[in-house]
């Protein structure tokens, strides 16, 4: 079984960075691919980056340019690191895994990013 912890999360003025962590614990033994999601309230849950196991990145418009997706595959770790930012990018951030081929998936418990105006 797998566990993500996420943490970084907190209060940052517009214009401000962030880096949020994940880390993942358990045995992870398949190809995969790791990516940070966001849910702000009322707003169905969407990508902000998604990183392969060898290092291939993905980003929306939304936040590219501006948030870095990374892994440590050494620590299972996550990074996110979050320049300029929004208030539209106040929400609260999930890490996710998934596993190849079987397909499974796995998410953290979240961590809150409010961005004040």
């Known amino acids: 079984q797998v566990q993500l912890v996420e943490s970084g999360g907190g209060l940052v003025q517009t214009g401000g960075s962030l880096r949020l962590s994940c880390v993942a614990s358990?045995?992870?033994?398949?190809?995969?691919?790791m990516g940070w999601y966001r849910q702000a309230p009322e707003k169905q849950r969407e990508l902000v980056a998604q990183i392969t196991s060898t290092l291939h990145t993905n980003y929306p418009d939304s936040v590219r340019g501006r948030f870095t997706i990374s892994r440590d595959n050494a620590k299972n770790t996550l990074y996110l690191q979050m320049n300029s930012l929004k208030p539209e990018d106040t929400a609260v951030y999930y890490c996710r895994l998934v596993t190849f081929p079987r397909l499974n998936i796995y998410w953290g418990q979240g961590t809150q990013v409010t961005v004040s105006s």
């Open positions: 358990g045995s992870i033994f398949e190809t995969n691919i």
